[in-house]
């Protein structure tokens, strides 16, 4: 049966690690929906035009290294304003949300937008220092030559952009929980989100 969990929230709030983690408990599949705009922006950084980019993805342009870096995430942001690629991106989404067996799908527009009729919505929140920390510290960790500063500068550029724009903006469904992770530690989190969903089930 059917069952799509939507997860939202602003950039490295922790929905990335949520989401796998309750994929996993509940035996879910999950879609990183991040790294269609990511693998688009990356095309556009080689010259190709962001709508030829997102209506040319391929599964294997989602697992390519370096989608994680700083450059990508802001081209990801620029071409996700653009109605049109938002577009093109729609129908996968929507197919793997309504696969057999289940779905969490992560994001800026899923329990808004791609999944209005989700039966579990949760927007997944942090403060700005908090976020920027933690991005930092996986950037740093992963050997990427970052500074907070800059992280924190991407962060809320990105944020304010995503918020921003007209088509499909960052921003919590009616019906979504806002799970704020400041004060809390990943495990807190994860358990909180699986009694929400629970709770729906
Ligand atoms: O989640 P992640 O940081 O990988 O997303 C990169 C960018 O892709 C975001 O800043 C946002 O502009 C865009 N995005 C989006 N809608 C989604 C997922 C990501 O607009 N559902």
Redesign the pocket.
């Known amino acids: 049966m059917a069952f799509t969990i939507a997860i ?1 929230g602003p ?2 709030a922790g ?2 690690t949520i989401s796998k983690a309750v994929a996993a408990h509940f035996g879910f599949a999950h879609l ?7 693998a688009t ?1 990356r095309r556009t950084l080689d010259g190709t035009s962001p709508l030829e980019a997102a209506q040319n993805l391929r599964a294997e342009d989602l697992q390519a290294d370096d989608l994680r870096t700083p450059d990508v ?1 802001q081209a ?2 620029r071409v ?2 653009i109605p049109e690629v ?1 577009a093109a991106l729609v129908d996968f989404q929507r197919a793997f949300a309504r696969r057999a067996g289940g779905a969490v799908l ?5 329990g808004t937008v ?1 999944c209005p009729e989700a039966e579990a919505k949760l927007y997944v929140t942090a403060n700005d220092d908090i976020r920027a920390t933690r991005r930092f510290k996986e950037l740093s960790g992963s050997g990427h030559d970052v500074t907070y500063e800059s992280v924190l500068a991407d962060l809320r550029e ?1 944020d304010a ?2 918020s921003a724009r007209a088509a ?1 903006p ?1 921003k919590p469904a009616e019906d979504a929980v806002i799970l704020d992770t400041s004060q809390m530690d990943i495990d807190a989190a994860v358990a909180q989100a699986i009694a929400h969903i629970d709770a729906r089930r």
Not at 33 to 38: A, C, K, M
Not at 106 to 110: A, E, H, P, V, Y
């Open positions: 939202d950039a490295a929905k990335g990183d929906t991040g790294l269609l705009y990511r922006g995430a990801a942001s996700a304003a938002r992560d994001g800026r527009d899923i791609i990105r952009r995503d499909a960052l």
